[in-house]
């Protein structure tokens, strides 16, 4: 018996040890791509921490001779940030009410419901994306200016609301994953498409869905040329316009410009690493429903 | 497609009229859910789209004029326009090198980090935060990074006893230098294919080991297949952005003419340049409807290749 | 009871953003055309937003505001660049604004395309204008004879030159080179290597200056004549393009590409950090020695001459005020700009902001405010804009320069002789303007 058993001991140990030396190859690769990743980083960092004499020198220090934390409050004080902050994030939280609410609708209806049409009404979906937005940029603003919409928020909230391509396909190659035994299931059951969309594929999808809000999130958050043609007035500028004011004619002002780079990177930082846990509490339903 | 037939059988042998208004009913669904996107599409979309392919047969300027001149843009742009092939050329080399490369570090980055090594959290963050990092200043940044003798990348290389090359002012490199400034930023497709790798139920892994799979032949017939949905979506997504590469090239060349030599003047660049420098915006759409037919026709191709190789759980497209 | 108190914070904080953003984004309101003080409101955009540059316009504004009861401006910040698409687009749409800060480059052509307003007949009533601007940029404003914008500023290129690195190399600081051969020469004195690495390079032609404004200094002449007849392959062109070969031979391309992008995300400033000796910039280029320089000793030149006696022309740009095609108070806008461009203002700009303005009686009337070192590259930017030229771009190939710079490309890296490489670049403007 315990001739037996020994050999089989020895092997998961080992499979053990294997297990730990490759955790150590993973964790020294992720360590050296960080540095890969956050080099540049650091250059924005030590940048918004120079005098601006320090930044025209040649070789540029990599740390700053003197560190001037007062920049990133002299950058808040050039320009009223607090108000494009709060202006960004009515614009943003639109944004990805609109693009999780319709587009799950939209790529179920394209992923587990059977209609006519629906092979080309999709190569449609995918072809607008396929025309560059320079030149339907003329005619769209035409468009918003004959609705009246010009100089208020509604060309960048509204928009979300009916959609998008890109978020449309990403939703509907995850909504094709869910098992049409299940659907099928459901419906003789008496539930209607929405209820299943509500019950089953909406909670199966979590961390796509997660991913489609953090994508809505930064694109709205960091959009430059949508409030920039469609606001006329200053007090309703966005975080992005309100960093243009750095670039000079002259000269650019890389410390006050890069410290505000920053200071508008970190919410949507810190949102990141919050809502992270939806991929792994994703992981467990998945898993318990498919296991 | 065995169940599909069993369903049809199924509800033939039911009586007509029920089986017209349970399909009518279905199909109803299927338009009510599509219904944002319709309503989107028809009032918001579907104009502009209009306008500018009829703007393509046109000498349309914005301000001055609008007269049909039939196929004169086409023409002109397959027989008197060097900077067309020009652009076409470097954008198709762009997508070339682009779209496989970040397609295979994306997922190599996403496994990595779907390994159970403390402090995951926190490198998942630092992998995604070049995708978050974006617009001009980051262009401007790795303009420094890219400096050939004190950017930190040449100095990288120096390490390995490698002479970098003037990455953005010798002709001969600029567009690599684009190409691995993307790679940088695998960051958004990395998040993607992490999500998707949160489906592959984690039994199949323990069945296989039980079977004795080694690693490899798990990750190439499991996890690979359960993440074919993803990697099909990446590959027409960035083919189809990877055409339109713009802001880059704009920010990065000299008064963002896609210099030097011509290197860096992408497609939407030389289409930038028809309708805003001299507003011959006839011209560009015109153009724009070109790289619309090449696009189209490359994402078709994918849509027809597609069930050979992806793997849906759910069953195939009905 | 967690995740009833997060969703409720969540919808409390949803319900304030959505107020603050009600009230601003939603409801905004649409220009009310007419104030409630009876005052025509004028829509003034302009991309000046800096620390530096914005409260000198406002003061202008404000001062324009208070000086009369009849119109009223507000000024907008719109970012550099794509404040153009946005007036492009606003224009488009029939609702622009009424005054624009605008390239005056490409002016003619915008004219030509119906965006923008003729002030001819504003001007007709007013024939003294004109003599307030200094000629070249008066003549610049003019489409088939009318002025379509009034201009504003301008700018011209000289040779800034490092006096300590020239007492460093034993040449005279008080004598910079006077010709293309003696730049040349003096640049190999200037220069500092270290084995083969160029520490420093003395001087080198390019880098914020463009080869075409050594085309224009080789005899005085843009691309385009008039009549935009085109003298791009003119053999002093040809000569321009050989001499600044000389220098990619003579530092190699190597060094060049190099010293190219080490500065080209304009973070590092080379001559302010003495890797170079000599260089052409323009003249606000000094507020930056002044701030960041820490009281460097130097000097401004004319750029050198071509031969003794060929002229030490220069190249100049600026921009205009102007009235978008559409905007509904043109004879409001009008009296703006008239004060935009009059000694007041333009004295007030330019002397805050260390900028050539286009108003003649205003540049003396800075040099009188201005003392020390400012007034002596002041006097300089003044002296040298009556050599200066600016570019003519043809109304048949407005985008001349994609033609022409691939090609001046290939000739600088040795690829194709000079002269081939400018009738290339000719020909390819020929086939552009007879294609039209």
Redesign the interface.
């Known amino acids: 018996m315990s001739s037996f058993t020994q050999p089989k001991h020895s092997y998961f140990q080992s499979v053990r040890l294997r297990k730990k030396w490759m955790n150590v190859l993973i964790s020294l690769l992720l360590i050296a791509g960080s540095i890969l990743i956050l080099t540049p980083v650091w250059w924005m960092i030590s940048?918004s921490l120079k005098s601006?004499?320090e930044?025209?020198?040649?070789?540029?220090t990599i740390i700053p001779e003197e560190f001037h934390f007062e920049n990133y409050i002299n950058t808040w004080k050039?320009a009223p940030f607090t108000l494009y902050t709060?202006?960004t994030?009515?614009?943003t939280?639109f944004a990805v009410i609109g693009s999780v609410l319709s587009n799950s609708l939209i790529a179920y209806g394209f992923a587990k419901i059977r209609f006519r049409g629906k092979k080309v009404l999709f190569a449609v979906v995918l072809s607008t994306m396929m025309i560059p937005g320079f030149v339907t940029?003329?005619p769209q603003?035409?468009l918003f200016?004959?609705l009246?919409w010009?100089?208020?928020?509604?060309p960048l909230i509204v928009p979300p609301f009916f959609g998008s391509a890109f978020y449309i396909f990403l939703l509907r190659q995850f909504f094709m994953g869910i098992p049409h035994e299940m659907i099928e299931a459901a419906k003789i059951d008496g539930a209607s498409h929405f209820t299943i969309w509500r019950r089953i594929a909406v909670p199966l999808a979590k961390p796509a869905i997660a991913t489609v809000a953090i994508f809505a999130f930064n694109s709205a958050w960091n959009d430059f040329?949508g409030p920039?043609?469609y606001l006329?007035?200053?007090?309703?500028y966005t975080l992005q316009?309100g960093l243009?004011?750095?670039?000079?004619?002259?000269?650019?002002?890389?410390n006050y410009l890069m410290a505000g780079s920053l200071l508008v990177l970190l919410p949507v930082i810190i949102l990141f690493f919050i809502f992270q846990r939806y991929f792994i509490e994703g992981a467990n339903i998945t898993a318990g429903i498919k296991g | 497609m065995k169940t599909m037939e069993a369903i049809m059988t199924h509800v033939k042998s039911k009586p007509k009229k029920k089986l017209l208004s349970m399909r009518r009913k279905e199909e109803l669904q299927g338009y009510l859910f599509l219904s944002p996107w319709l309503i989107g599409f028809v009032c918001l979309t579907a104009g502009p789209m209009l306008f500018s392919l009829y703007g393509s047969f046109t000498n349309y300027?914005?301000?001055?004029k609008m007269d049909f001149i039939g196929l004169d843009n086409y023409i002109?742009m397959f027989t008197?326009d060097?900077?067309f092939w020009i652009s076409l050329w470097n954008t198709i080399y762009y997508v070339l090198f682009s779209v496989p490369l970040t397609t295979v570090g994306a997922i190599v980055l996403a496994l990595l980090l779907n390994q159970g090594v403390p402090g995951m959290r926190l490198y998942r963050t630092i992998f995604y935060l070049p995708a978050v990092l974006s617009g001009v200043g980051v262009y401007?940044?790795w303009?420094?990074l890219?400096?050939?003798?004190?950017?930190l990348v040449n100095h990288f290389l120096g390490l390995f006893g490698i002479e970098g090359p003037?990455?953005?002012?010798?002709?001969a490199w600029t567009k690599n230098a684009l190409i691995f400034m993307k790679m940088w930023s695998v960051g958004g497709s990395m998040l993607l294919y992490l999500a998707s790798l949160q489906g592959v139920p984690k039994s199949l892994y323990e069945a296989a080991e039980i079977d004795g799979a080694n690693a490899i032949q798990r990750f190439f017939h499991i996890t690979l297949p359960m993440i074919t949905p993803v990697i099909f979506f990446d590959i027409v997504t960035s083919l189809i952005y990877g055409f339109q590469i713009f802001q880059e090239a704009y920010v990065m060349s000299d008064n963002g003419?896609g210099?030097?030599?011509?290197s860096l003047l992408f497609y939407n660049l030389h289409m930038w340049?028809?309708a805003?420098?001299?507003?011959d915006m006839g011209y560009a759409m015109a153009l724009s409807w070109v790289l619309f037919v090449v696009v189209l026709i490359l994402t078709l191709i994918n849509l027809k290749l597609a069930p050979r190789w992806v793997h849906y759980e759910g069953g195939d497209e009905s | 009871m967690k995740k009833a108190l997060s969703s409720l914070v969540a919808i409390v904080l949803?319900f304030m953003?959505?107020l603050?953003?009600c009230g601003?984004?939603?409801?905004?309101s649409?220009?009310s055309e007419q104030r409630k003080d009876g005052r025509v409101q004028i829509?003034f955009w302009s991309?000046?937003?800096?620390?530096?540059?914005?409260p000198v316009i406002e003061k202008i504004v404000d001062d324009f505001n208070k000086s009369q009861d009849k119109i009223f401006v507000k000024y907008?910040?719109?970012?550099?660049g794509?404040i153009?698409?946005?007036e492009?687009?606003?224009?488009?749409?029939?609702?622009p604004p009424d005054v624009v800060i605008s390239d005056l480059g490409k002016l003619k052509?915008r004219a030509?395309?119906?965006?923008v307003e003729n002030l001819g007949p504003y001007v007709k009533n007013d024939p003294s204008i004109k003599d307030r601007f200094l000629p070249q940029a008066w003549e610049a404003v003019l489409y088939n004879n009318e002025p379509y914008a009034l201009p504003f500023n301008l700018d011209t290129y000289m040779l800034f030159y490092n006096k300590d690195l020239f007492k460093e190399a034993g040449l005279d600081p008080d004598k910079p080179p006077k010709t293309w051969d003696e730049a040349l020469e003096y640049s190999h004195k200037l220069d500092k290597k270290n084995g083969n690495k160029y520490e420093r390079i003395g001087f080198y032609p390019l880098w914020d200056a463009g080869p075409d404004i050594w085309m224009v200094n080789a005899d005085g002449e843009p691309y385009f004549d008039k009549n935009d007849k085109s003298m791009i392959a003119d053999p002093e062109n040809a000569e321009a393009l050989k001499w600044i070969k000389k220098f990619n031979e003579k530092y190699g391309l190597?060094t060049?590409?190099?010293f190219?992008?080490?500065?080209?995300?304009?973070?590092?400033?080379?001559f302010?950090?003495q890797?170079v000796a000599m260089y052409v910039k323009n003249t606000?280029?000094y507020?930056?020695i002044r701030?960041?320089g820490?009281g460097m000793n130097f000097g401004v030149a004319p750029l050198p001459e071509r031969k003794p006696g060929s002229g030490h022309y220069s190249w100049s740009s600026g921009f205009v005020a102007e009235i978008p095609?559409g905007s509904k108070h043109v004879k409001e806008a009008y009296e703006f700009i008239k004060y935009l461009t009059d000694v007041e203002a333009q004295t007030y700009w330019g002397a805050k902001l260390f900028d050539n303005v286009a108003n003649k009686h205003a540049n003396d009337k800075i040099l009188a405010q201005l003392s020390g070192e400012a007034k002596m590259v002041y006097q300089a930017a003044v002296d040298n804009l009556k050599l200066s030229v600016m570019q003519n771009m043809p109304i048949k190939a407005?985008?001349y320069?994609?033609f022409i710079?691939?090609e001046l490309?290939?000739a600088l890296?040795g690829s194709k002789p000079p002269e081939k490489a400018l009738q290339d670049a000719q020909a390819?403007v020929l086939?552009q303007m007879a294609?039209q």
């Open positions: 940048t601006m004499q930044i025209t020198r040649f070789p540029p050039s709060l202006n994030l009515f614009i939280t940029l003329i603003y035409v200016s004959k009246g010009l100089n208020t928020a509604l040329q920039l043609l006329n007035d200053e007090v309703l316009i243009q004011i750095f670039k000079g004619e002259a000269a650019t002002q890389w | 300027d914005v301000t001055s002109r008197n060097d900077l401007l940044l303009m420094q890219l400096a050939p003798s004190t950017g003037a990455w953005l002012t010798d002709p003419d210099g030097p030599v011509n340049n028809k805003f420098e001299v507003f | 949803v953003i959505f603050t953003g601003n984004l939603i409801g905004a649409t220009e829509d991309f000046w937003g800096s620390e530096t540059r914005r907008t910040f719109i970012p550099f794509d153009w698409t946005k492009l687009a606003a224009v488009a749409a029939g609702n052509h030509q395309k119906n965006q190597n060049i590409d190099a190219k992008g080490e500065f080209g995300q304009k973070q590092s400033e080379p302010i950090s890797k606000t280029f507020t930056q701030d960041y820490k095609k407005p985008d320069d994609k710079n691939p490309d290939q890296r390819a086939k294609g």
